[in-house]
């Protein structure tokens, strides 16, 4: 056989040879979360989540506690926040920042120069199952990333849901019976926290994918 016909048979072969299991590569939409969670935080209110390991709330907000006035995380059995106030320990009642916990961050403007902090934590919660109950609920959301919060809840009696605009300060807002033009139906990240208003009077499991 020709050189020329010889190499070009090698390379047809090559071509469709199946690949090697060391080759293959999974698909990115398995890839799960990442590593390591950058989340931005600015001067006013953050709302974040943690997605490391529970620890009190030093630990948990690492160097970000240098910034950081107040933190407050929602005690769901009393239904109220518990408060850490840096340099205040009369005064806070935090004790520790769970998995898996969203929780709000006060920095004063002036001491990120109107700049923003990028704080970094390790990515260990996915595909949570979170109990929710009748009423408001914060809860994270660890599922698929962009995925809009009516296709995340669907299934779900949720009455209204409510995510945190950074950068505008205020709240976006969805539900199912409000009129189109107000509706928004924004879209979940992961790490993202959420306000969640459950309908009716039986708890439920909001099983995250």
């Known amino acids: 056989m020709p050189l020329r016909l010889l190499l070009s048979a090698l390379i047809l072969i ?34 974040l989540v943690n997605l490391g390991d529970a620890g009190p709330p030093a630990a948990v907000l690492g160097l970000l506690r240098d910034f950081v006035t107040a933190a407050f995380a929602r005690d769901d059995s009393l239904r109220r926040f518990r408060t850490y106030g840096p340099g205040f320990p009369g005064l806070s009642d935090l004790a520790e920042i769970a998995a898996g916990q969203p929780f709000w961050v006060r920095v004063p403007a002036d001491r990120l120069q109107d700049d923003l902090y990028l704080w970094e934590q390790p990515a260990t919660q996915a595909d949570l199952a979170v109990p929710l109950r009748p009423g408001f609920n914060l809860v994270p959301w660890t599922g698929t990333d962009g995925l809009s919060v009516s296709a995340a ?36 990240e992961y790490g993202a926290a959420i306000w969640l208003d459950l309908a009716g009077s039986m708890s439920v499991t909001w099983e995250q994918s």
């Not at 071509?15 to 890839?31: C, I, K, R």
């Not at 189109?180 to 139906?185: A, L, Y």
Request: hydrophobic letters at 45%; a negative charge; proline letters at 11%.
């Open 14 to 47: 090559a071509a469709v040879a199946p690949l090697s299991p060391t080759d293959a590569q999974a698909p990115d939409d398995e890839a799960g979360p990442p590593a390591t969670l950058i989340s931005p935080v600015a001067g006013g209110w953050t709302l």
């Open 153 to 188: 809840t669907a299934g779900i009696a949720v009455r209204r849901a409510y995510l945190w605009d950074l950068s505008q300060q205020r709240y976006r807002v969805w539900g199912s019976d409000l009129p189109p033009f107000v509706r928004d139906d924004f879209e979940l």
